[in-house]
């Protein structure tokens, strides 16, 4: 993924290493801010403030209620080190940096106590600096750790590797594969398994293979039922909605630093280079379904619904080794992730978790997963498989216990408590997601967003019913005082509740802005969750100057654009038309693909854009063929459909103003809108990507972490 943002309004002191912009970037890290103050304690901003004495207070008491006597983990994490590379950047082929380790070493300061982290949090950034080679299975599994936002791991056959899950990028999983061979004898890659359809999982795959070896069979790429739709699917209808909101989660704008960006809790952060993708040529539709590779048996079981919507955990019985996949790993993770996505299942995640236990847990003396770090031993691997299934099984069924005695979802967050037995386990704490955010998720899933409150249902939009509290609560001086009072006390949240209200109202208040910044920040500082914590602190950078400006993030590539059904494409040319443009027109269209014997009838009627497959209208008003392989040059942006009818790839029969029509009708989208109110400046609209054609296809939104 590439940005190119101005920060306006400040001159901020630490270095902003830009993504320069290519036709396929990796998705999630973005630009790279390293701030030269965070090992000195500096905060980056001048309007950013120290953490407060009630937030001191609460991390200190942290310091002395949680288990940090337990140092298992730590000992976990260490174990099997072989070596560290001896760079701490990894290059894109751009020329952008693409992943930089070194950006967190002021985390590594011997005995520091951060007061603007939740200790919890330093804690797990702390064990997500692991760097390097680590063996997990004596001889037979490794894993390289710290190169990207997730693991990726080297199963040892007769002759070579198989690779698991080859990270975001291309230049992060080479620089990993040439590492392994450097150390332990240059072997080729025999297979490469895609444990799930998030893109920090399979986007480097051509770091560590060539597809023609692949097409040809020589290279088996094997993955989950379902892979492909999901690898693109779960991120284009809102994707630009999402990669706006990311900029929150993941924390884009955030420097490096003790008051920024700490960690992605799964892993440090998102490589920024180039996303590939290679279609797998095996899939494992079984629920249970064992694969022989070069002499390495391995039973994968299927676990659709969990995670990711196509995932499995893997089975190595020659090995007693289980891998988890996203499914366990050092957190208990998102049922609704924040920069959007459907709501997962976490009762169906707790079944499949206890399949593994039941059937793979009881013999497993090595577990190890795409995040973190492996677990070693039988007993320590039952207790972590018990552990999360049973954190997502009481998530799920004291949710509903609440919801069915009348707590909603705007209460439950303020309810819902995780028990003591769990808060004790460092593997039951939800560092991806957070107890507040997944258990509003749990009654979205079964109940919806409604409260069952009829004022609620259709409620005016904030910007409407703002103005009418802040009038009723005696204009903004009041409502500032009193925040301010509010902030003094260490009531944060309580201070937030008016401030919104009164920067709703009042978007050009700046002071009322700032205010509202400095109660994020101290929330942002307390929270455990890195994607709340981002959030939070993410917001307040808003508040205080402005949204970013410049290019929206880039990550279709050819390879993404070949994965995207066609059916999918036509879906998002529905999403992005102005329905005003087309009021009151009607016309069908036969589209036809002659090279993939695709057919859809595209019909336009009461301002709605729908289409059929496998279809063809006996009238229509027009008919538009053009072979697969030239429309993906137009959904990637590379050629226009004039271009190419000029040229006789593409052919328009009938009457061509409706598709004109459409054509002008399409909006392309960019993430420069608002999350808060006037955080928007003039600059924001400049300097995006200008579309080659109108249907080109949208944005993907970033998986990465999922």
Do not use: C
Request: charged residues 20%; hydrophobic residues 40%.
């Amino acid at each position: 993924m590439s940005y190119t943002i101005r920060l306006s309004k400040l001159a901020l002191p630490f270095i902003f290493l830009l993504a320069s912009n290519q036709s396929s970037l990796a998705a999630g890290g973005g630009a790279i801010i390293v701030d030269p103050g965070a090992k000195e304690g500096k905060h980056f901003d001048p309007k950013g403030k120290m953490p407060s004495e009630f937030t001191i207070e609460l991390q200190n008491g942290l310091r002395k209620s949680l288990p940090f006597d337990d140092k298992t983990d730590f000992e976990e994490a260490k174990k099997g080190f072989i070596a560290a590379p001896n760079y701490k950047q990894i290059m894109a082929e751009a020329g952008n940096v693409a992943w930089d380790m070194g950006s967190y070493d002021y985390l590594l300061k011997e005995g520091e106590n951060f007061d603007s982290i939740h200790p919890s949090l330093q804690r797990q950034a702390i064990l997500n600096m692991a760097y390097g080679l680590y063996e997990v299975v004596p001889g037979k599994i490794y894993q390289v750790r710290g190169f990207d936002l997730a693991n990726i791991s080297f199963v040892k056959t007769n002759k070579g590797w198989i690779v698991f899950d080859p990270l975001t990028a291309k230049e992060t999983a080479k620089a990993a594969l040439d590492f392994i061979n450097e150390k332990l004898g240059k072997r080729p890659v025999v297979a490469v398994v895609y444990s799930h359809s998030h893109a920090d999982h399979f986007g480097g795959v051509r770091g560590v293979v060539d597809e023609a070896d692949v097409r040809s069979g020589k290279v088996p790429v094997i993955a989950p039922a379902g892979f492909m739709e999901h690898a693109v699917a779960e991120n284009v209808y809102a994707g630009n909605a999402m990669n706006r909101r990311m900029f929150f989660q993941y924390g884009v704008l955030l420097p490096r630093s003790p008051f920024g960006h700490v960690d992605q809790s799964i892993g440090k952060n998102t490589a920024s280079g180039n996303l590939g993708l290679i279609e797998p040529s095996r899939y494992v539709s079984k629920d249970f379904e064992t694969i022989t590779i070069d002499g390495v048996a391995m039973e994968f079981q299927s676990t659709p619904g969990t995670e990711a919507p196509s995932e499995m955990n893997t089975w190595f019985p020659q090995f007693k080794a289980f891998w988890a996949a996203e499914n366990i790993t050092g957190t208990i993770h998102n049922i609704y992730t924040l920069r959007g996505a459907l709501v997962r299942d976490p009762l169906a995640w707790s079944k499949h978790i206890n399949n593994a236990l039941y059937r793979y847990g009881t013999q497993a003396e090595y577990m190890f997963a795409s995040h973190s770090w492996p677990r070693f031993g039988n007993q320590r691997v039952q207790d972590v498989m018990r552990t999360q299934r049973d954190a997502y099984a009481h998530l799920n069924n004291q949710v509903l216990h609440l919801a069915n005695q009348g707590v909603t979802i705007n209460e439950v967050h303020n309810e819902y408590q995780v028990p003591d037995s769990l808060k004790n386990k460092w593997h039951a704490h939800s560092y991806h997601g957070s107890e507040e955010h997944n258990s509003r998720a749990v009654i979205n899933r079964y109940l919806g967003y409604w409260d069952a409150n009829p004022a609620t249902l259709i409620p005016l939009s904030p910007r409407d019913s703002a103005p009418l509290y802040v009038e009723m609560m005696g204009g903004a001086k009041k409502i500032i005082r009193k925040a301010k009072e509010l902030n003094d006390k260490g009531e944060y949240r309580a201070a937030m509740e008016i401030l919104n209200k009164l920067v709703y109202a009042e978007p050009t208040n700046q002071e009322a802005k700032d205010l509202l910044a400095d109660s994020f920040e101290q929330i942002g500082y307390q929270k455990e969750s890195p994607s709340v914590r981002n959030s939070f602190l993410a917001a307040a950078y808003e508040l205080r100057h402005g949204m970013p400006s410049g290019t929206p993030p880039k990550s279709n590539g050819p390879d993404m654009i070949k994965a995207m059904a066609t059916e999918l494409w036509l879906n998002s040319l529905a999403i992005a038309m102005d329905v005003k443009k087309v009021d009151g027109v009607n016309f069908v269209m036969n589209l036809v693909l002659p090279d993939n014997g695709e057919k859809f009838v595209v019909e336009l009627s009461n301002s709605a854009l729908t289409n059929i497959k496998g279809q063809q209208a006996t009238k229509p008003d027009l008919t538009l063929t053009i072979n697969r392989t030239e429309l993906e040059k137009i959904m990637g942006g590379t050629a226009t459909f004039d271009q190419l009818i000029a040229d006789g790839k593409a052919k328009l029969d009938g009457d061509r103003k409706y598709f004109d029509l459409l054509r002008t009708s399409i909006v392309r989208f960019v993430p420069n809108f608002e999350l808060l109110p006037g955080t928007k400046s003039p600059e924001s609209n400049h300097h995006h990507k200008t579309a080659a054609d109108p249907f080109e296809a949208s944005e993907l939104a970033d998986t990465s972490g999922g």
